[in-house]
């Protein structure tokens, strides 16, 4: 792909008043539903950025995981305030197959920043600061993997790790899903293409360690649905998430009735990554909230 031809057209396109006054259909739907034909979606910029900021926090956990460290300082500026990274380590993986598959995924979604920050040239959003301790802990409580007042830590053991990955990869498949209708240039639309392929091929991943832990450890499956449970709880009313199933009744690949993964809206999305039912702006994984335009969780109900 031309990554001059996507910086210049991203460039020509990036978020501006014209893109803030799209993005509020965003926000409110029904915005877009009145005036279809005023700019009811966002800028493709505006989705690329969005898209950057997800990447950034699934690097910064992969690598911190398999590396010690996370994106380097180059890496993660941009418009808006850069925020710091709290929490992270490496993890003392006990199998090879998650050791060797974790720093696989750490190496694309590191490429996948680096290629989404060329795409968006000078419109790139800095990196916003990103919880992975105390947002993982109060993921875990809320689904019930742990009870008020302990701790849970992604980076303890394998076992974890795949917990931790688990939370983040079927999101993000869902949100690139979700956002491939917004996409109004087919260069983009290719690159989105691209990259949701990548995230299925994580999650598969992800999900069939899991089922393959289950089978030694049938609380593992529990587990799991459990933190699905968590999330279908946040993103809406529909209930579309699903868990790995049980040793006699494997679920490896979550789809609808057509076979075909199901998307979520970027507002659905926010409310996972926020940890927030209800319309926020941050928390969770986010604690400062995103930068660029797409900032706003929706209410589940």
């Given at each position: 792909?031309?990554?001059?031809?996507?910086?210049?057209?991203?460039?020509?396109?990036?978020?501006?008043?014209?893109d803030?006054?799209?993005?509020?259909?965003?926000?409110?739907?029904?915005?877009?539903?009145?005036?279809?034909?005023?700019?009811?979606?966002?800028?493709?910029?505006?989705?690329?950025?969005?898209?950057?900021?997800?990447?950034?926090?699934?690097?910064?956990?992969y690598?911190?995981?398999?590396?010690?460290?996370?994106?380097?300082?180059?890496?993660?500026?941009?418009?808006?305030?850069?925020?710091?990274?709290?929490?992270?380590?490496?993890?003392?993986?006990?199998?090879?197959?998650?050791?060797?598959?974790?720093?696989?995924?750490?190496?694309?979604?590191?490429?996948?920043?680096?290629?989404?920050?060329?795409?968006?040239?000078?419109?790139?959003?800095?990196?916003?600061?990103?919880?992975?301790?105390?947002?993982?802990t109060?993921?875990?409580?809320?689904?019930?993997?742990?009870?008020?007042?302990?701790?849970?830590?992604?980076?303890?053991?394998?076992?974890?790790?795949?917990?931790?990955?688990?939370?983040?990869?079927?999101?993000?498949?869902?949100?690139?899903?979700?956002?491939?209708?917004?996409?109004?240039?087919?260069?983009?639309?290719?690159?989105?293409?691209?990259l949701?392929?990548?995230?299925?091929?994580?999650?598969?991943?992800?999900?069939?360690?899991?089922?393959?832990?289950?089978?030694?450890?049938?609380?593992?499956?529990?587990?799991?649905?459990?933190?699905?449970?968590a999330?279908?709880?946040?993103?809406?009313?529909?209930?579309?998430?699903?868990?790995?199933?049980?040793?006699?009744?494997?679920?490896?690949?979550?789809?609808?009735?057509?076979?075909?993964?199901?998307?979520?809206?970027?507002?659905?999305?926010?409310?996972?990554?926020?940890l927030?039912?209800?319309?926020?702006?941050?928390?969770?994984?986010?604690?400062?909230?995103?930068?660029?335009?797409?900032?706003?969780?929706?209410?589940?109900?």
């Amino acid at each position: 792909m031309d990554n001059w031809f996507i910086t210049e057209s991203v460039s020509r396109s990036a978020e501006s008043e014209t893109d803030r006054r799209r993005l509020a259909a965003l926000v409110d739907p029904g915005v877009c539903r009145a005036d279809p034909a005023g700019g009811g979606s966002p800028s493709d910029a505006a989705i690329l950025n969005f898209a950057l900021n997800l990447e950034y926090l699934e690097a910064e956990f992969y690598l911190r995981a398999t590396t010690g460290s996370g994106l380097p300082d180059e890496m993660t500026t941009g418009t808006g305030e850069r925020g710091e990274v709290s929490g992270g380590g490496s993890v003392n993986f006990s199998s090879k197959f998650v050791q060797r598959f974790a720093k696989e995924i750490a190496s694309d979604e590191m490429q996948h920043v680096a290629f989404l920050r060329s795409a968006l040239g000078n419109a790139a959003v800095a990196r916003p600061a990103i919880s992975l301790d105390t947002s993982f802990t109060a993921a875990a409580t809320a689904a019930g993997l742990i009870k008020q007042g302990e701790s849970f830590d992604p980076y303890a053991n394998d076992l974890n790790f795949l917990f931790a990955a688990f939370l983040f990869e079927d999101v993000g498949v869902s949100a690139f899903k979700g956002s491939a209708s917004l996409l109004s240039n087919k260069t983009y639309l290719d690159a989105a293409a691209g990259l949701l392929a990548t995230e299925a091929y994580h999650a598969g991943i992800v999900r069939s360690a899991l089922y393959s832990v289950g089978l030694t450890d049938d609380t593992v499956f529990d587990s799991v649905q459990k933190l699905s449970d968590a999330r279908n709880s946040l993103d809406g009313p529909a209930d579309d998430d699903q868990g790995v199933g049980t040793a006699a009744d494997p679920n490896f690949i979550p789809t609808d009735e057509n076979g075909m993964c199901y998307g979520r809206s970027a507002q659905s999305v926010l409310n996972i990554v926020y940890l927030s039912p209800t319309p926020a702006a941050s928390g969770g994984f986010y604690p400062a909230g995103l930068n660029g335009e797409v900032v706003m969780s929706a209410g589940a109900a």
